[in-house]
Every structure is written in structure tokens, then in C-alpha cells.
């Protein structure tokens, strides 16, 4: 089994930063894509940003410019990075990652999902 755990969500004034962690454990043999996405309520799950295991990263529109995603594969840790941040970015964050539990696993691996980090940008 794998679990993700999130943490860093908050609340913040627009323009400032935060510092979202999320952290796999378990059984994990590899991991391919890494990412980040972000719902409101009565919305569909969007996604912010994404990592591949070579390190290429894609993002958003608008979040370009303003959030970075970075990952430890030592760590089985993926992070992003979010400044200047908006009133619209206030979202639940959830973390997401292409696991293969062991060299068994189809190459693809499987989804699993964090439980997810309220992020509110508010004045």
C-alpha cells in the first residue's frame, strides 16, 4: 500500500508565498509523474503543475511564472512552491504521483492521491 501526506497549506495575504510538501511511503518501487492540482468547491479537480521522473515540468497558465514544482526522489517528495499569490489560487491542493509498487508494475504505475491542503489567499 502507498500513502502520500500532504502539508504547508494556510492562510495568507495576496502576495505572499507558501510551501506545499507531499510525501509518499509504503510500498514503492518507482515513481513516474509527479503532480499538483488544485478544486473549489463545485468544480472539477484542475491541474497546477506536474514533474516527469527526468526532472520536465509543465504548468498551468496561470500559475506560470509565480509557482514552481520541484521533487527528491531520495525523498519521495514532491513540492511546489507558490509566491505572489492571488485571492483566485485559494483552492484545496491536493498531491498526486505514478507509483510502481514494485518491478512487477506496469511501467504507467498507478494514481494515488494525498488527502489534500487548503491553501486561502485572503485579505
Known amino acids: 500500500q502507498v500513502q502520500l501526506v500532504e502539508s504547508g497549506g494556510g492562510l495568507v495575504q495576496p502576495g505572499e508565498s507558501l510551501r506545499l510538501s507531499c510525501a509518499a511511503s509504503?510500498?514503492?518501487?518507482?515513481?513516474?509523474?509527479m503532480g499538483w492540482y488544485r478544486q473549489v468547491p463545485g468544480k472539477q479537480r484542475q491541474l497546477v503543475a506536474e514533474?516527469?521522473?527526468?526532472?520536465?515540468?509543465n504548468y498551468a497558465e496561470p500559475v506560470k511564472g509565480r509557482f514552481t514544482i520541484s521533487r527528491d526522489n531520495a525523498k519521495n517528495t514532491v513540492y511546489l512552491q507558490m509566491n505572489s499569490l492571488k485571492p483566485e489560487d485559494t483552492a484545496a491542493y491536493y498531491c498526486?504521483?505514478?507509483?510502481?509498487?514494485?518491478?512487477?508494475?506496469?511501467?504507467?504505475?498507478?494514481?494515488?492521491w494525498g488527502q489534500g491542503t487548503q491553501v486561502t489567499v485572503s485579505s
Open positions: 498526486n504521483m505514478k507509483v510502481r509498487p514494485s518491478n512487477t508494475t506496469p511501467y504507467g504505475g498507478y494514481s494515488y
Open positions: 509504503g510500498s514503492i518501487f518507482s515513481i513516474n509523474a
Open positions: 514533474i516527469t521522473s527526468a526532472g520536465i515540468t
